[in-house]
């Protein structure tokens, strides 16, 4: 679900908090949810008025699942409606792009995180007038771990006069549980939760006045900030299932009450080549800790770490006693990141173990074979090397789980391996929480029910079944069938189990919110789901054909759908051009992670510098924002033998400044890349320098040259980390170049660890970022590169444009290094950094002046 944010064109701030009086009032927010077996249907309507006397652009913002469709967006400005048209996504791309080569101001609508991905839109309101906005999606809840889940994202980041969240829910088969709750929540505004629950229907609404939304009496800032949750189930007393037939079109829900557990035999898989070095490691350490902790005595497990070697724990599966397990968790302990990725022969290893012990009959007749791999890297010898070695060892019987850990990961192809071995690929975002992450994924996984489950339809009756064959049924999950009668002929119907035909209008003629082509939106939705799955496995010829009928349906039901696109024709300019807005849908193997950036937990800021071969040739700053789920970066340009000021702390005395190298000599092409060379470090307090460069470290006291006092620790992959003394850590990281290369030389790379622990008086090119940065981004447009847009930035009272990119953190890989999606400012950090980049140079490497 979503909430819509607006903003004032002149800052990324509530227009309330800007300008005085107000210029722009949200006067209404109204979210309408309604349920009807299984199948959500939302519109969202929110107006803004436009109280100045001059025209404004404003801005609309919303969040929603990444499973829904959107189905319909419209305007309202003046009395005018402005209707969005679905469209195949190539045609509106060339409507797009034409609009875009006249310069009109299109947005190019392309975002998406964990659960949510953002519609942003903004339009241009006369002075005095106002919009109404209307979003419209729709999605099939998926049961997890016994619930169904209806998120809304609430971010309105000013007071609103109407807010109002509205959720109905109409469940045949009755409600038993009914919850709603949101991270949000005070003691003042739980009671406004008002929940009624009958038998098969519940009302959730949550509607605060103006004032209960504030934060305090008399301010502008609002309390309302964060998730809305609802979690329910239904009854499940028939063993086959509840049927319902509406219009002609069928629905099975299927998800026994009480069945005994399979017990399963898994081989953990477990990447721990250079790039899972760091918190990635660490975390999966945890995360197998826990799930091990977890395993019934019945199950068998193994495990198999690799990188360019493949290893196991024991050379066969192990049932899952108490001294199995604990002996496995002192192993896990001790795996730890090294050299490169040898996915193929440790996927393969884990196979033929599972193979081995079937053949030997030391696993139960009556069990599951799985296999859970967790990686981050690339598939070594490419990806239809690995799926077909994978797909020709595993057979019929087994199930594949892929495990993608952070953005860099390939997850298309683990997706389609999965899918290809009765499986399915999950992306596990780098944050705090990827530990609960993993074990969140085992625990849907844990439980199998039933195995190699066929549901079957008289032939007569039915037709255009949704895919009604599956490996497996988890407990706690539910399997969903859906399809069109032939003749609408309830009696042709046979099936071991209760079959109601509803007509809704006359069941329920005061529920509005009760939709009946219900069932044949769901068996669309749920349809078109299914063919873009088969789209990417199995031959050309099934591709093209599912490709080419998940569009078809698409167009039909008006979805957005990755296939799709939604054009929406804004108001006429005074220029009298209509820009038009495109709303696609992403998958999520091809995100573009704007607003919703998981990085490491870390509680301080970490700023890079760093020299990419062939991307770049000046140096990059990155400042990472953990608690933003975000990050900045600019590059420096300045000529060789220049040196900045990095870090000046007054108080603790600690100074650090970087000098400027080049190639050496001016490439073919004309450039000239520059890189840092070496830094100097001081520690006034102390009376320590320490210089570093490409070839030595010198340390110096009292301006004599001595032994190693600080705590320095050198690693073999080429990394130092300095330590103060009751402070901030320093680290290194030398770039070596091939001694024979024409141009380039050897650099390094500067990180920062603990920088919380230097004085809120810290400055320097990089230490005034220590301790945070307010700003915010709106205004997503295309930019020079189509994967690159540009955005709008209001930092430190200032508008700048800034362009979506990545750098390469080499903190934790040395090697290879890690992409970072950041936010790229212009002209050396102008107006991100304070003053000009000229205002750091010194005059050596170790002035204190």
């Known amino acids: 679900h979503f909430i819509p944010i607006f ?156 807010f109002k969240i509205v959720t109905n829910i109409y469940e045949p088969q009755g409600l038993s549980s009914v919850d709603a709750h949101a991270t949000f929540l005070s003691n003042d505004l739980l009671p406004l939760v008002e929940k009624t629950v009958s038998d098969k229907k519940a009302h959730i609404s949550f509607s605060p006045t103006i004032d209960q939304q504030r934060k305090c009496p008399g301010c502008d800032g609002t309390l309302i900030d964060g998730d809305f949750i609802i979690k329910y189930d239904v009854n499940r007393e028939k063993n086959l299932g509840d049927i319902q037939i509406v219009n002609g079109y069928f629905v099975h829900f299927f998800a026994p009450p009480v069945l005994p557990r399979v017990p399963k035999n898994v081989v953990f898989v477990i990447d721990r080549s250079g790039s899972m070095g760091g918190m990635k490691m660490q975390q999966t350490r945890e995360a197998m800790l826990a799930i091990l902790k977890d395993l019934d005595e019945e199950d068998h497990f193994a495990l198999v770490p690799f990188d360019s070697v493949t290893e196991v724990w024991k050379e066969s599966l192990t049932k899952a006693t108490k001294q199995n397990v604990s002996d496995a968790m002192n192993y896990i302990r001790t795996i730890d990141a090294r050299g490169s990725t040898g996915m193929t022969s440790g996927v393969t290893k884990g196979i033929d173990m599972l193979k081995k012990g079937r053949q030997e009959n030391r696993l139960p007749e009556r069990s599951t074979d799985m296999i859970i791999l967790l990686t981050d890297g690339m598939p070594d010898g490419g990806s239809s090397y690995v799926q077909s070695n994978v797909g020709s060892a595993m057979g019929e019987k087994m199930s594949l789980y892929c495990l993608g850990f952070g953005n860099d990961v390939d997850y298309n192809f683990l997706d389609v ?94 529920d509005e919110y009760i939709f009946g082509d219900f069932t044949e939106r769901l068996w669309a939705y749920l349809t078109i789901q299914q063919l873009l799955e088969k789209s990417k496995t199995g031959d050309s010829n099934m591709k093209a054909n599912a490709t080419a009928k998940a569009l078809e349906m698409s167009l039909e039901y008006s979805f957005v759908t990755p296939l799709t696109s939604m054009v929406v024709t804004k108001p006429e300019t005074e220029d009298g051009n209509a820009d038009p807005v495109i709303a696609d849908k992403l998958t999520e193997g091809n995100l573009l992670y704007f607003s919703t950036i998981f990085f ?86 102390l009376g320590v320098r320490l210089e570093v460069n490409t070839q030595e470290i010198s340390v110096f006291q009292d301006n004599k040259q001595v032994k190693l006092l600080m705590d320095l620790l050198v690693t073999k992959d080429r990394s130092l ?18 001694a024979k290369h024409p141009y380039h030389r050897d650099y390094l790379g500067f990180y920062t660890v603990d920088s919380h622990l230097l004085s809120p008086s810290v400055h320097g090119l990089l230490g005034q970022f220590y301790h945070g940065i307010e700003y915010e981004v709106t205004g997503l447009r295309p930019g020079e590169h189509p994967d690159k847009p540009d955005a709008t930035m209001y930092v430190k009272g200032r508008e700048l444009n800034v362009t979506r990119g990545w750098q390469r953190d080499f903190s934790r890989d040395v090697k290879n290094g890690e992409r970072v999606p950041c936010w790229f400012i212009h002209s050396n950090g102008t107006g991100l950094i304070d003053g000009d980049a000229s205002d750091y140079i010194v005059s050596s490497l170790f002035t204190t002046d």
Not at 602 to 623: E, N
Not at 723 to 732: C, R
Request: aromatic fraction near 10%; hydrophobic fraction near 40%; charged fraction near 25%.
């Open 7 to 162: 903003y004032c064109f002149l800052a990324f701030l509530p227009c309330s908090d800007v300008l005085s009086p107000p210029q722009v009032e949200v006067h209404s927010v109204i979210v309408d949810c309604a349920v009807t077996s299984r199948f959500a249907h939302t519109v969202m309507t929110s107006t803004a008025l436009n109280k100045a006397n001059v025209s404004q652009e404003i801005f609309f913002e919303v969040e929603m699942p990444k499973t829904a469709f959107i189905t319909n967006f419209s305007m309202e400005i003046e009395n005018r409606f402005y209707v969005g048209e679905i469209k195949e996504k190539e045609k509106a791309k060339k409507q797009y792009e034409k609009a875009v080569s006249s310069g009109q101001t299109a947005g190019l609508v392309k975002a998406s995180g964990r659960k949510m991905e953002k519609f942003s839109v903004s339009v241009n309101i006369a002075a005095e007038s106002n919009v109404t906005f209307i979003l419209t999606y729709e999605e099939l809840l998926q049961r997890k771990l016994g619930l169904y889940e209806i998120l809304t994202r609430v971010k309105p980041k000013s007071l609103v006069q109407e």
């Open 417 to 510: 391996m999965s899918k290809e071995n009765r499986g399915m690929a999950r992306r596990i975002y780098e944050a705090s929480d990827a530990t609960l992450q993993l074990q969140g994924f085992y625990e849907e996984v844990a439980s199998p029910l039933l195995l190699d489950v066929d549901l079957r339809y008289p032939d007569n009756a039915v037709d255009f079944l949704t895919t009604n064959n599956f490996a497996q049924l988890f407990n706690g999950s539910e399997i969903v069938v859906a399809g069109r009668l032939t003749d609408n002929n309830l009696d042709n119907f046979l099936a071991e189990g209760q079959a109601s035909a509803l007509d809704w209008t006359a069941m329920y003629p005061d």
């Open 600 to 685: 490491l937990p870390s509680k301080t800021f970490k700023l890079i510098q760093i020299k990419i071969r062939g991307l770049d040739g000046d140096p990059h700053f990155i400042i990472e924002l953990p608690d933003r789920h975000d990050a900045l970066c600019f590059n420096i340009n300045d000529k060789p033998g220049t040196i900045f000021n990095l870090v000046s702390d007054p108080e603790s005395g600690i100074v650090v400044h970087g000098q400027i190298i080049g190639d050496k000599k001016i490439s073919p092409d004309g450039t000239m890349n520059t890189y840092f060379g070496s830094f100097g470090i001081i520690h006034q307090t």
């Open 721 to 738: 980390t300095v330590t103060l003394k009751d402070s901030v850590k320093f680290v290194i990281v030398l770039h070596k170049v091939w």
